[in-house]
């Protein structure tokens, strides 16, 4: 209760304000009598004392003193019976409680200070009785609107016509849940504030009044608290008298049931996304083996059996900051659960699959296959750097080919992941790495060289020795020659500048030596696959002798 409003009450109206008329607005929150030298002491913000001054009636400096501790503690306001104890205010009190607003009030000298304390304590018991009593009907209104199934929407029209502006409710992920109007941009707007590093809420605030310096549209924004994480927000279109007890009274009924109501939403997303990772468990570890199946399952998921799709494996780049797996693991959830609400802004249908770390989307492709493909990597990049921006991490994915049935989900994945273990060997963050099938050089350096110079050596075995003289190694290159001109000896002839003959010597002499035929296919296999492991240990022997 606010001091001009008591002093209008039928029990005030005989009491004088003395000085600091400005500062009746103030806030009453408690009201005590007392006569003693340490009073201030026993007083605290917003308390409104009325006293006798008995102790301050030989040292009218004692009451500037207790006026100024008073106006630095924020109490409400002093009411003094003069004409008792203290026959005036000194000139200096007065002057003072003026420039600082202060509120001192003068009590006439037949009314008691226990009839002043009993009609302050009932005003304000009366008020609070009815602001509990509009408080309960509030929210008695706003839940029957969950209740009977009518929704958040209903629940935010009916608040904005109580309030008289527009109201927008934005999920913790700054997107737009509902609205009681059009939609309004205000979501980018307060995603591009966050990016900056501006909160809307401190510590000690309930609300926050802000302004747009392009539009100078005013927007009021309320925090709506859950225990499954960080805060919703319930956001004013316009500015709302923010002193208003009864419309903050209202509001707050609203963000208490729209908070149970958001962790009802939140219940039932985390059950569906339980299932939907369950299934895509299953799916890529070969547990669903039947082709009739998976498209019976898919379709609660909104996956088409028969579509060509896309699989994009991500994973949140490793930073050097240590965290507890717990606090690691909400990171990362809460950063899955902004993902869930981005794929609505792919380029074309896609849903999200949770499996360990990595986040799995699984994008259906369009008419043309080349177009999708740079679309969806656009889209990636934009959804990269809105994690960047909103929650100062980095991600990286791995793209697997097209896939055109389901049921080929697996070797998808596998590419996916491999993918982006590939990339991960580029020491980069924030790429994206499309899978690419290794080639025949890269699967043969797997294998170590030892096996590799043991296969070489059975191959050559009598073509070459440790001690290779001028004419093996003119018999190497020949039949090399001759294998990558396809046997074709004329040509053979050209790149080599012999005659044809000199060829076919050579050709048989080689033949001779390795007691096989040239004319067997697994012969001239085996002699390609020889000499293109011969040419992968030549590369390595300087990189090993360097380390």
Do not use: W
Request: a negative charge; aromatic letters at 8%.
């Amino acid at each position: 209760m606010k001091l001009t409003d008591l002093l209008n009450k039928p029990a005030f109206c005989d009491i004088e304000v003395l000085a600091g008329k400005n500062g009746l607005s103030r806030e009453i929150k408690n009201v005590t009598m007392m006569d003693a030298p340490d009073i201030i002491d026993f007083l605290f913000e917003n308390d409104f004392l009325v006293t006798t001054a008995y102790h301050l009636k030989d040292d009218s400096a004692l009451l500037l003193e207790l006026v100024q501790s008073m106006h630095k503690q924020k109490c409400a306001g002093l009411g003094i019976k003069t004409h008792r104890f203290l026959e005036q205010i000194p000139e200096n009190v007065i002057q003072f409680a003026d420039e600082h607003q202060f509120p001192i009030m003068q009590i006439p000298l037949e009314k008691s200070l226990g009839e002043i304390v009993n009609a302050t304590l009932h005003y304000m018991l009366n008020e609070r009785t009815t602001d509990l009593m509009t408080a309960f009907e509030t929210h008695r209104k706003f839940t029957q609107h969950i209740l009977k199934g009518k929704g958040i929407k209903r629940l935010l029209d009916d608040l904005s016509n109580m309030i008289g502006q527009r109201v927008i409710l934005l999920d913790q992920h700054f997107q737009t849940h509902a609205s009681s109007h059009s939609k309004h941009p205000i979501s980018e707007f307060v995603m591009n504030l966050y990016a900056e590093d501006f909160r809307l809420f401190l510590n000690s605030t309930a609300c926050t009044c802000f302004s747009s310096r392009y539009t100078e549209e005013v927007f009021c924004a309320f925090p709506i608290h859950t225990p499954i994480g960080k805060p919703a927000f319930l956001i004013a279109l316009g500015s709302l008298p923010i002193h208003d007890k009864n419309l903050l009274l209202t509001i707050e009924q609203a963000t208490n049931v729209l908070s149970f109501e958001l962790m009802r939403e939140n219940t039932e997303r985390q059950y569906a996304r339980r299932a939907r990772n369950e299934f895509f468990l299953n799916m890529v570890e070969g547990r669903i083996t039947s082709k009739e199946e998976i498209a019976s399952r898919a379709k609660e998921f909104s996956l088409q059996n028969e579509q060509p799709c896309l699989m994009f494996l991500g994973k949140v780049d490793q930073d050097d900051v240590h965290k507890t797996f717990t606090q690691h693991q909400l990171e990362t959830d809460y950063l899955y659960e902004f993902l869930e609400t981005e794929i609505t802004k792919a380029p074309f249908m896609a849903q999200l699959f949770v499996k360990g770390d990595h986040c799995i989307l699984i994008m259906e492709a369009g008419d043309s296959n080349v177009e999708f493909r740079s679309q969806a990597i656009s889209y990636l990049k934009r959804l990269q750097a809105n994690i960047a921006n909103i929650f100062k991490k980095t991600m990286s994915f791995g793209i697997s080919n097209i896939s055109h049935q389901l049921i080929n989900m697996p070797n998808a994945y596998k590419e996916a992941l491999s993918a982006y273990h590939t990339g991960l060997l580029s020491a980069k963050a924030q790429f994206i790495q499309i899978h690419r099938p290794k080639d025949v050089s890269e699967m043969l350096r797997i294998i170590p060289g030892k096996d590799l110079q043991e296969f070489c050596d059975h191959i050559f075995q009598g073509l070459s020795s440790k001690q290779q003289e001028e004419d093996e190694q003119i018999l190497l290159h020949t039949l090399s020659v001759y294998l990558e001109t396809h046997c074709q000896i004329s040509e053979t002839a050209k790149r080599l500048f012999v005659h044809r003959n000199t060829v076919i010597y050579r050709l048989e002499k080689c033949e001779e030596l390795l007691g096989r035929s040239l004319k067997d296919a697994d012969t001239t296999f085996h002699l390609r696959l020889a000499f293109r492991i011969k040419s992968i240990l030549h590369t390595q022997k300087p990189a090993a002798g360097a380390k």
